[in-house]
């Protein structure tokens, strides 16, 4: 682990780092096929709504002797779908499933009469109607749609609109993708889905915003150097919070992937499942996003802007004039291949050199912090 | 949220001072806790279980075919905000076959009150009153003069409008029962109200003779009615149309009974555009209700306050009647133009909000009554709780492996906060169960499992922070103070956004959604007072100690592992060839 906190440290002077920014037409290339495979997947196999939001049926029956868990197996087996099974007051069973019709539900009564081993005439069997109506689903739409002008404005105003909109298209790939895993992996979506993907709203912005926090910060005097171009500094940005982002994501990661792959999958849990998965694939995403699509997006907007078009042909135009020098290792540095650089480097990070500042200050110990106001034209 | 501010003043050398009021504030909540008897959540029906109501649709007299989708779906969103006005108390509502409604609601809830909510969910109606009287073993004297008591009685009255002066007229006490009755009766059709109160004043003592059937069976029903009895009281007015007149029940400011004979609706529970109770601080009122109207509403009533501001008492009067019951009889003094009124009276706050719900979420359309009662058992089982519970717990416990091995003596202070963090989270979630009714159910406790991600981020990017500071070649103390104003703001911007998430959230939407972000803005709050409050005080606290100032080699610090020295490792050597291109 000392390992990682060496790397942060290399990460923070930029000895070391990945070439985000550079590389994004490959992460824009996977985003929009895992993009277009998660619409594909809702548009194919569609959602699988639970009770609580399309209604279904209801089975009461006298008095029993049988489990809850038991009858919930046996009612999950007969019907295809998740059940809900409650125990009455009188010693009787409410069995709930999602996504029955009125013959189907006849032919449920007499499977369970037969699990359950009472007289199939003494299952009243019922429709009912969804307990999360329409009512709570459009309030929820309308807030959200509230909530996304509103975070698009404080953005704006705290960062500026660009990063805002770049927030935004994360947070949109961010929902998608998840709501595509979950219509691929066929789980029922519940309430607690809903509130797991609202989650993920919030954390990926949440995300999202520190990225940016520290982009402002680097950006903050761009125009007055030229030695680096704004999708160099996006990308120093990107690699000093680098540690802080694998931290958060492991931390905030690992008791959702308790919750998933140890509550749902070993100890069965199956309402868990709904919820985590949700919560794991959004984390996820969120996380990735927030470095991979939401950063270069930034970048990319920004190098359309008039000042800093200028900034990188002003920096282009003097890298150039200091290659024609003829200095061999002034190539380009960002396309340095690293292998040759880093032969035997036990820490093998897969690391990319970007543009580099303090190497003309190999054994300071880091004054170079700052870099980005540069004095030296 | 002072937070910020008040965090600036803890961090300038007095952390010690801090780090005792969060202790302290930790001890009298987790004391207030305790002492209040509830040490544990409220769980909701999906974790604990809780009592299901049937509720039976019935058409309402002279309505045929109420019964049908559209209603029963308005029936049970207005139901659902009901039982679930704030949104935390995870009570849920749906419909079973036709015209059966269910309600669950989670153990701890107070059933009767829900029942309450849900079962006395019929119209709603502002009537005038024509007469009205004390009934019962206690009416001493059956004069109309009773009503005079309206001085102790609710009164409406225009916002900062002067209360009437409650001279109850000598006039109508003289005036006969029977004769204000049907000439109320005959006057209030009529469309301009100026007339009304002088005629009834001039009446003539043969008009009684001349009444038509329907009011004098109204009038016997009048006299028969006993309202001190619950089964007559049930039983008063049922079956009559909104544009009939008919008699009623209420209860008045001293308790007792008083029995009503009302004029046909004028404005009904859905032109209330919403209502809410207030305390009244200057008027030492107490609890008051205020109303706004919808436009039509307000016009209606407008109208109807008009006429009425022209009669005597207790003509001038209107009661509010729920369900065939008078909730409230204010009297009038002007015309309430405004499209908004407020009634008040002896009202305790239970009251009044009791009564702003009921008019808020207005009428439902359609009457029930309660097919059964019956516990049920948690939907979701014990096992799914537990199993969640162990899964969080290893969850947890890798999160306080990987801190330790990462942040080695650092994790201390990560550990201490996230716990100081779920204390707080806990004791405050046992707390509001009594106070707001709030419910935990799976998905909250998920949340809160999630929560503990962006907690532990306001830590991390804290840490990182102070680590980029200790590489750039500062000593500890100073590293500490320099990192802390920029991680500050980082921590503030990005709660900032879940916060505004939670709030958006909270005021738009109802049901679980409200639940939830409840739950997020609650963590989110208390993330950024533990940071300011606990961490940063305990962080500059412990860079004063050796083991961290002088980075020892476990203290998650030490300037060596974080790269500061010039690095002894090849590294050097590969980046060498690099540093030329700067010549």
Known sequence: MSKLGTLGARLHRGEIGYDFVGKRKIWYGVSILITITAILGLAVRGLNMGIEFQGGAVFTTERTSISVSQAETYAEEASGHDAIVQKLGNGGLRIQVAGVDTSKSDQIK??????????????AADLVGPSWGDQVANKAWQGLAIFMVLVVIYLAIAFEWRMAAAALVA???DITITVGVYALVGFEV?????????????????????????????TKDITKQTRYTYSEIADRSINGTLVRSINTTVVALLPVAGLLFIGGGVLGAGMLNDISLSLFVGLAAGAYSSIFIATPLVADFKEREPQIK?????????????????????????????????????????????????????????RGRGRPSGKRR | ??????????????????????????????GGMFASGHTTPRLGIDLAGGTSITLQAKNEPGQKNAINKTNMDTAVDIMNRRVNGLGVSEAEVQTQGDSNIIVNIPKGTNS?????????????????????????????????????????????????????????????????????????????????????????????????????????????????????????????????????????????????????????????????????????????????????????????????????????????????????????????????????????GSFDQQEAEDLSNMLSYGALPLTFTEASVTTVTAALGGEQLEAGLIAGAIGLALVIIYLVVYYRGLSLIAIASLLVSAIM?????????????????????????????????????????????????????????????????????????????????????????????????????????????????????????????????????????????????????ASAPVDTKEA
């Open chain 1, 171 to 173: 947070l949109i790939h």
């Open chain 1, 310 to 366: 200028a900034l990188r042909k002003r920096i282009l135009a003097k890298r150039a004039a200091a290659a024609a020098k003829g200095e061999s290792l002034e190539a380009p540095v960002v396309e340095r291949s690293y292998d040759d650089e880093e032969p035997d480097d036990e820490d093998a990070t897969p690391a990319v050199v970007g543009p580099r500042a303090q190497r003309a200050q190999p054994s300071s110990r880091g």
């Open chain 2, 112 to 344: 009767e009150q829900a029942r309450e909510q849900v079962g006395t969910t019929a119209k709603l109606y502002f009537r005038p009153v024509l007469v009205t009287e004390v009934t019962g073993a206690d009416a001493a004297t059956p004069s109309p003069s009773a009503s005079g008591s309206s001085s102790a009685s609710p009164s409406a009255s225009a916002k900062e409008s002067e209360k009437a002066t409650s001279s109850s007229s000598p006039s109508a006490s003289a005036t006969s029962q029977g004769r204000a009755v049907t000439d109320a009766l005959k006057a209030d059709p009529t469309p301009s109200g100026s007339s009304t109160g002088s005629e009834s004043a001039a009446a003539s003592p043969s008009a009684s003779a001349s009444t038509d059937p329907a009011t004098a069976k109204l009038q016997a029903e009048y006299t028969k009615l006993d309202c001190s009895k619950r089964t007559v009281r049930a039983k008063a007015g049922d079956g009559v149309k909104a544009g009939d007149p008919t008699v009623a029940c209420g209860q008045n400011s001293q308790g007792q009974w008083q029995k009503y004979i009302l004029g046909p609706a004028e404005v009904e529970g859905t032109d209330v555009d919403k209502a809410s109770a207030v305390f009244d601080t200057q008027g030492a009122a107490g609890w008051k209700v205020t109303m706004d109207f919808t436009s039509k509403g307000g016009k209606k009533f407008a109208s109807i306050t008009g006429k009425l501001a022209q009669n005597q008492s207790p003509q001038n009067q209107f009661a509010i009647v729920l369900d065939g019951e008078v909730v409230s009889d204010p009297y009038v003094s002007q015309a309430l133009t405004g499209g908004t009124a407020e009634i008040s």
């Open chain 1, 110 to 123: 007499q499977q369970l009469a037969k699990d359950l081993k009472v007289d199939s005439e003494k299952i």
């Open chain 2, 1 to 30: 949220m002072a937070a910020p501010k008040k965090g600036r003043q803890g961090t300038q050398g007095r952390p010690g001072r801090t780090l005792a009021l969060i202790l302290i504030a930790i001890v009298a909540l987790t």
């Open chain 1, 190 to 218: 519940t309430p607690g889905t809903v509130i797991g993907l609202l989650t993920i709203l919030g954390y990926s912005l949440y995300d999202t915003v520190v990225v940016f926090d520290s982009l402002k910060e680097q």
């Open chain 2, 425 to 573: 989270t806990y004791v405050i979630m046992a707390l509001l169960g009594p106070t707001i009714g709030f419910a935990l159910n799976l998905p909250a406790v998920c949340g809160a499992i999630v929560a503990i991600g962006i907690t532990a981020d306001s830590f991390i990017v804290f840490f990182e922070r102070i680590r980029d500071e200790i590489r750039e070649g500062r000593r500890m103390r100073p590293a500490v103070e320099r990192a802390w104003p920029r991680a500050r703001r980082t921590i503030l911007v990005s709660d900032f956004v879940s916060f505004l998430a939670a709030a958006v959230l909270f005021i738009v939407t109802v049901g679980k959604v409200q639940g939830f972000a409840f739950t997020l803005g609650l963590t989110t709050l208390l993330d950024v007072v533990v940071v300011f409050f606990f961490t940063k005080p305990l962080m500059t606290l412990l860079a004063r100690r050796k083991f961290f100032a002088e980075g020892h080699s476990w203290s998650g610090l030490d300037p060596k592992r974080l790269g500061v020295q010039p690095p002894l490792r090849r590294t050097r050597r």
